[in-house]
């Protein structure tokens, strides 16, 4: 079973969840799945944020990541469900991944006070056998 040795650099990133506005963040890892970096790709508003696929690929290839983990919160939303934009994008950072090589291991979102929301985990079957990654 693939485990996050780092999980603190998601902890650490928590913090981003008492923001006034959503940010879209990056965490990059290797093979061994050991932590490289965390990015930060976009600051937005109270409502949204835009996350570039463009510019998720490129520090991807810049900085040789083999998972990444895709972040960002959701200020305004005590439930933290995931939108259809939010689906779109993972959508298609996934797909382009593939094409890198590179796997996309989860999408978070962090909401107000505590919740938090994963990809992995609630799309469980469809969403691993689609990244291809082994447990």
Not at 30 to 54: A, C, Q
Request: with cysteine; aromatic share 16%.
């Amino acid at each position: 079973m693939l485990e996050r040795k780092n999980d603190r650099n998601i902890q650490d990133l928590a913090k981003y969840k008492f923001c006034h506005e959503e940010h879209a963040w990056i965490l990059g890892y290797d093979k061994n799945f050991n932590f490289i970096k965390s990015i930060e790709l976009n600051k937005g508003t109270f409502y949204s944020v835009t996350f570039n696929p463009d510019l998720c690929f490129q520090k991807t290839r810049e900085n040789n990541f083999y998972y990444i983990i895709m972040v960002h919160n959701h200020p305004d939303d005590p439930f933290v469900k995931p939108s259809i934009e939010d689906r779109n994008v993972t959508l298609v950072v996934l797909r382009h991944l593939q094409k890198m090589h590179v796997r996309l291991y989860d999408h978070l979102i962090f909401g107000a006070p505590d919740e938090v929301y994963s990809f992995r985990y609630d799309l469980r079957d469809k969403f691993l056998n689609f990244c291809n990654i082994e447990e």
